[in-house]
């Protein structure tokens, strides 16, 4: 079921249009994710290859560039989960030669999915949810329940207020936040990392830039 415009989860993924979804991976990841971030692309994708595995989830897939880059055999069996349909056709249509299932839900309510999975994504998606992080928590909750027990969920996020911030980012973050594409600012590096671990039972956590990048194993019952 699509987010309603009422909800307050819609402004964090109203803007991925079908013209700004073929303009994101040189703006986005080109020159954000890079510049204002401070995090390189390649580290992105070198933890999208080592995490991955056969039944993968994706949530918020976006255009597909990193599940491209991924490693995946041809016809590999993967899962997209996002509440924007142009997100999901968009990387439907770039992930040809994948096995892809495409499901529009939203991952803060209980997933409509009825299988398990070996791992998930949820890559530039939590900086995105409602705050304050004890909200976002059902996301990584929802995920955690459809992986595998050694399921291993992965992926990064810009940190708020608190993270290491330049001139440059530290506006372009207030900005997206006063524009409700981000709610984030009170995001913070222990607190990602005691909202993993209320769901998994091993986290690693590391900040390069301005991004916290994390993988959790092995989900608690």
């Known amino acids: 079921m699509p987010i309603q415009r009422d909800d307050p989860a819609y402004r964090g993924q109203s803007e991925y249009t079908p013209f700004f979804l073929k303009i994101y991976d040189p703006v986005i990841l080109g020159f954000f994710t890079r510049v204002v971030w401070r995090c390189p692309t ?17 949530v918020g897939p976006g255009t597909g560039y990193f599940l491209e880059r991924a490693g995946l055999p041809p016809g590999a069996q993967v899962t997209i989960l996002d509440p924007n349909v142009n997100v999901l056709e968009h990387a439907s249509g770039r992930l040809t030669a994948l096995d892809i299932t495409a499901v529009e839900a939203d991952v803060l309510k209980p997933l409509p999915l009825d299988r398990t999975f070996d791992s998930a994504a949820l890559h530039g998606v939590i900086h995105c949810l409602p705050g304050p992080l004890t909200r976002k928590a059902a ?51 222990e607190g990602l990392r005691e909202m993993l671990g209320a769901s998994f039972r091993h986290v690693e956590l590391e900040t390069v830039g301005s991004m916290a990048i994390f993988a959790a194993t092995n989900p608690r019952p």
Do not use: C, K, M
């Open 42 to 58: 390649t580290l992105l994708v070198e933890r999208y290859r080592r995490h991955i595995r056969p039944q993968h989830l994706d």
């Open 139 to 189: 996301a990584v909750a929802n995920v955690a329940a459809v992986l595998a027990p050694t399921g291993v969920l992965f992926g990064a996020s810009i940190l708020g207020s608190s993270g290491s911030h330049t001139w440059l980012s530290q506006r372009i973050l207030t900005a997206n936040n006063r524009r409700g594409i981000f709610d984030n600012l009170g995001d913070t590096q």
